[in-house]
């Protein structure tokens, strides 16, 4: 069955492609797609949720390539079944955000509420970069460089927070949205290789040498794979709340991304070109506490 859209989801669509989770359908929706839904009595002061769901955004490309499949089996990161499990398949770039109820807190007028928000965050990303070179590789005698191997891989999360009464409009809480983890990396490489050697014969009892180039290709892979993990925190207000009680929201947006940034304009060959790359963020154990204050912006002492 379907849901009829509220206002806030008509809003959320249309400003920020987010799903909104109303108050009337938040328990029903949340189900359905694995989020856990916390809410208890709203508190005059303060308000705590938390969830243990794990959402995961991932792409990965060339996964098949043998070649790549045995540069990295020795590696402790060499498992890439997740990669097949990743909505909308392996090869494409995915994007999943989420909208979570996380709590409920009543607040007299003209009153401030102070988020905090904490995440556990792993993130993962592979590259592999592969040059052939070598005056084979390259017919112009004065260049023997090859391609430029390239890939570039970027996962992260970011993440909003709302603050809505029944019956009336969001509230978007400041600073708005704020990245909680980034990582961006792309490794590039360039191979090349010069060979001579001297081409003897005898003339007239005579010995005459001359250099020459020898036919000579090289080709290069290197590969860089780094997993962290780390807890993340942020702090938000929502600022000049009218009296009500208020359900807050945590818009989570986590994104992957991986490209094959071979570069042939120098001579040397992409076509065949199938370097590994892959990048994975996983949004893990979150907290969040929410308490009523006094807040002032722009209040720092100039120094």
Not at 120 to 149: H, R, V, W
Not at 276 to 298: E, G, S, Y
Request: some cysteine; aromatic content about 8%.
């Amino acid at each position: 069955c379907s849901l009829p859209l509220s206002y806030f989801q008509q809003y959320l669509l249309s400003k920020m492609m987010f799903r909104f989770l109303s108050l009337a359908s938040a328990a029903a929706l949340a189900s359905a797609s694995g989020v856990r839904v916390l809410q208890g009595q709203p508190s005059a002061k303060f308000a705590a949720a938390w969830s243990d769901e794990m959402e995961l955004a991932g792409t990965c490309i060339n996964t098949d390539n043998q070649d790549m499949i045995d540069f990295w089996g020795t590696s402790p990161l060499n498992d890439l079944s997740w990669c097949d499990t990743i909505t909308g398949g392996k090869d494409a770039d995915f994007d999943l955000a989420q909208f979570a109820p996380m709590g409920l807190i009543k607040i007299p007028n003209d009153k401030e509420i102070l988020i905090t928000l904490s995440a556990q965050i792993d993130i993962l990303t592979i590259n592999t970069a592969t040059s052939k070179g070598g005056n084979k590789a390259n017919p112009d005698p004065e260049d023997y460089l090859g391609n430029i191997g390239a890939t570039s891989a970027s996962a992260g999360i970011t993440v909003e927070l709302f603050a809505q009464a029944e019956g009336q409009d969001p509230v978007q809480c400041f600073p708005g949205k704020v990245t909680m983890a980034s990582r961006y990396v792309e490794v590039r490489n360039q191979v090349g290789a010069e060979v001579t050697y001297e081409d003897c014969v005898i003339v007239e009892g005579e010995e005459i040498c001359t250099n020459k180039l020898a036919d000579t290709t090289v080709v290069s892979t290197i590969g860089v794979a780094m997993d962290t993990a780390a807890a993340h925190s942020f702090q938000w207000v929502c600022a000049d709340m009218e009296s009500a009680t208020y359900n807050i929201y945590a818009a989570f947006s986590l994104t992957s991304e991986v490209n094959n940034l071979c570069d042939d304009s120098n001579f040397g060959d992409c076509d065949s070109n199938a370097d590994l790359a892959a990048a994975r963020v996983i949004l893990n154990k979150r907290m969040m506490t929410i308490q009523q204050v006094r807040a002032v912006k722009d209040a720092f002492p100039e120094i």
